[in-house]
């Protein structure tokens, strides 16, 4: 008599490890964006995130496969919050308005963080890949179609 395969049956297999903590997440992306505010992206280091954040590295190295990649998200974590494309009202009074809050997010605090993130991708081709991708293009896509709205009102 064949034995049952007891994982195949499983609809659901829980991955190894513990489960991901969000508390963990939110705090590695602030420890890693506090460094972006403070240091160029050369001189962070992986370890001194996680340790600021109380984590080990295991934990951040889970949800992200590089510090590059870390970074990018913590700065998307950041910027996501504080500049955003509203949904509703006249197409144009949305635009100036996203306009405004990315001035005022370029000459805030959050500027140095732009700044070294510009700078760290004219070296690194992943982190430029990943930035244009992440970044610029669904920004970009977004403008576009309120861009678009805005001329088919009348």
């Not at 510009?118 to 990943?130: C, G, P």
């Not at 930035?131 to 678009?148: H, Y």
Request: net charge positive; charged share 25%.
């Amino acid at each position: 008599m064949r034995q049952k395969n007891v994982e195949s049956e499983s609809p659901t297999k829980r991955p190894a490890g513990r489960p991901r903590s969000e508390a963990s997440r939110t705090s590695i992306l602030d420890s890693a964006y506090s460094f972006l505010r403070a240091k160029p992206v050369s001189a962070i280091s992986t370890v001194h995130i996680a340790r600021n954040a109380g984590v080990s590295t295991a934990t951040v190295y889970r949800w992200w496969p590089t510090k590059e990649a870390l970074l990018l998200d913590a700065f998307l974590h950041t910027a996501d919050h504080e500049v955003v494309l509203q949904k509703e009202g006249a197409p144009l009074e949305r635009l100036k308005e996203y306009v405004l809050q990315v001035g005022r997010f370029f000459i805030g605090e959050n500027g140095i963080v732009v700044a070294r993130l510009l700078t760290a991708i004219q070296d690194n081709a992943i982190l430029r890949k990943e930035f244009l991708e992440r970044v610029c293009s669904p920004r970009d896509q977004e403008i576009r179609a309120v861009v678009r709205e805005a001329i088919q009102c009348p």
